[in-house]
């Protein structure tokens, strides 16, 4: 957690990067909160015969990931992010007498895209923000 939030410190950091921190940081917690959820006994799930509620569907995940594997997989998924905004800057193209690259912008704009429609799903099935 404290690497995501000093981040922007590092990198050259907008508006949409900000926003694409905050929202995987919901995301992070709300799949937490999938990962940890169960049925009190005797209850089994309908779909699978597990033990949980609610089911993981990011295929990198699995249906049902253990807590450090969701810690491995955002914290991984936040420094992707940074190093994105790091090489993929103005500064750097002027460096190597390139043109600039537009792959932060659009990479921000699909993130923030994505994320946001898997937090509201997560919202309107009742998932919660769990740390």
């Keep these: 957690m404290l690497f995501a939030v000093s981040t922007p410190a590092f990198a050259e950091w907008g508006k ?13 917690g709300q ?6 959820r169960k049925y009190n006994p005797p209850y089994i799930s309908d779909y699978d015969d597990s033990e949980y509620v609610y089911h993981e569907k ?3 995940l699995g249906k049902h990931p253990s807590v450090g594997r969701i810690n491995a997989h955002f914290i991984s998924s936040i420094l992707i992010n940074y ?17 600039p690259k ?10 923030i895209t994505m994320e946001t429609y898997m ?7 009742g998932i919660k923000v769990k740390f």
């Design 83 to 99: 190093l994105v905004a790091k090489f993929d800057n103005e500064k750097n193209n002027e460096k190597f007498k390139s043109k």
């Design 58 to 60: 990011n295929p990198l």
């Design 119 to 125: 937090i509201r799903r997560n919202y309107n099935l």
């Design 31 to 36: 799949t937490r909160d999938i990962a940890t």
């Design 16 to 28: 949409e990067d900000t926003v694409l921190l905050v929202l995987e940081i919901i995301d992070w």
């Design 102 to 111: 537009k792959l932060h912008k659009y990479w921000n704009y699909f993130g």
